[in-house]
């Protein structure tokens, strides 16, 4: 077990829709970050939050969002849904201090399937 | 067009031999690279990192091989076992602190 918890583990819905995934970081890590994992384009960086700013970010399109909150829990809204944003959307934290590289610690992922 | 599916190179092994998982990485602003195992349906985790200071880094049944000269980093593990088999990646940091993933590995081991 990573201590990252990810919910809910599958969601189903249609296109047109919005979702809301949730990501609870390891205790005490304040970096959350959000991957993208489809079969045709592997694991994509999607975005990153520190201490609740957003610090980077990846190939995450417009129609999504995430924010990460004084709990430091965090959460990505995808809205307007489409048939190609079906994929394993995985949630990772790491303690993350300025300037250093540090391994990630990854969540179960939710499986998102738009039907 | 049709929309092609991620063929994962795969490496399949018998229980006890030594597995070798390659990752050519693409960025020459690289600093730190890391393995990590997937398996069915459970997030990445890690297995063992290594900074561009060193070339070889050893873990408990894995080594990590790195030769920044050709962009080239291996994946030893010794002695396999089949709850080894799982899907591998390397990611690297690319000079910006966020992993970018390779396209991954799939190791199966054969009892």
């Known amino acids: 077990d990573s201590g990252v918890t990810q919910t809910p583990k599958h969601l189903i819905t249609a296109t047109g829709q919005r979702v809301t995934l949730r990501c609870s970081p390891r205790?005490?890590?304040?970096?959350v970050y959000w991957y993208q994992q489809s079969l045709d384009q592997g694991l994509q960086f999607l975005i990153q939050?520190?201490?609740?700013?957003?610090?980077a970010k990846g190939n995450i399109l417009e129609r999504f969002s995430a924010q990460q909150f004084p709990d430091l829990h965090s959460e990505l809204n995808l809205s307007s849904l489409e048939l190609g944003d079906s994929a394993l959307y995985f949630c990772?934290?790491?303690?993350?201090?300025?300037?250093?590289?540090?391994?990630?610690?990854f969540g179960s992922g939710t499986q998102l399937s738009v039907l | 067009g049709e929309s092609v599916g991620l063929h994962l190179p795969t490496l399949s092994v018998q229980e006890g031999d030594n597995s070798i998982i390659n990752c050519a990485y693409s960025?020459?602003?690289?600093?730190?690279f890391i393995w990590y195992k997937q398996e069915s349906g459970k997030g990445p985790q890690f297995i063992i990192d290594?900074?561009?200071?060193?070339d070889k880094r050893q873990g408990q049944r894995v080594t990590v091989l790195l030769n920044k000269t050709v962009k080239h980093l291996s994946l030893q593990i010794a002695a396999t076992q089949p709850g080894d088999s799982a899907v591998y990646f390397c990611?690297?940091?690319?000079?910006?602190?966020?992993?970018?993933f390779g396209r991954g590995t799939s190791l199966i081991v054969h009892p």
């Open positions: 939050y520190y201490n609740g700013e957003e610090r």
């Open positions: 960025n020459s602003a690289s600093d730190y």
């Open positions: 990772a934290s790491s303690a993350r201090r300025t300037g250093s590289n540090e391994k990630l610690f």
């Open positions: 290594i900074r561009s200071n060193m």
């Open positions: 990611a690297e940091n690319g000079g910006s602190y966020i992993p970018t």
């Open positions: 205790s005490g890590d304040l970096s």
